[in-house]
């Protein structure tokens, strides 16, 4: 079970943090990622963090800006996200999967666990 939370309302230029709790199971072997999908458009990609090795993805338009991370201690997955564009506006969802294939990652179809989502609003 995944339980997403920091959403919020903020102004461009503006940072927040976003959480991800995972329960039930470990997260060893796993990929979390980071999707968002604003009204009428598809879900779409934003960072992915491999748990094992770190290794992190990113959609091109949030590199330099959001920083996805993880706490093995807490099992949690965290997504830092500064300089906040109007653009950014979506309800982030937090998703999971094991032994994920490295192509597969910025897939959402390819992740079987989700987050409820968390709206982001940033006002310009």
């Known amino acids: 079970q995944l339980q997403a939370c920091g959403g919020g309302l903020v102004q461009t230029g503006g940072s927040l943090r976003l959480s991800c709790a995972a329960s039930?199971?470990?997260?060893?072997?796993?990929?979390m990622g980071w999707f968002r999908q604003a009204p009428g458009q598809e879900r779409e990609f934003v960072a992915a963090?491999?748990?094992?090795?770190?290794?992190?993805f990113y959609k091109d338009s949030v590199k330099g800006r959001f920083t996805i991370s993880r706490d093995n201690a807490k099992n949690t997955v965290s997504l830092q996200m500064n300089s906040l564009k109007p653009e950014d506006t979506a309800v982030y969802y937090c998703?999971?999967?094991?032994?994920?294939?490295?192509?597969?990652?910025?897939?959402?179809?390819?992740?079987?666990?989700w987050g409820q989502g968390t709206q982001v609003t940033v006002s310009s």
């Open positions: 039930e199971r470990t997260l060893r072997n796993s990929v």
């Open positions: 963090i491999k748990w094992n090795s770190g290794h992190t």
């Open positions: 998703a999971a999967d094991w032994n994920m294939i490295q192509s597969s990652i910025p897939t959402a179809r390819m992740y079987n666990y």
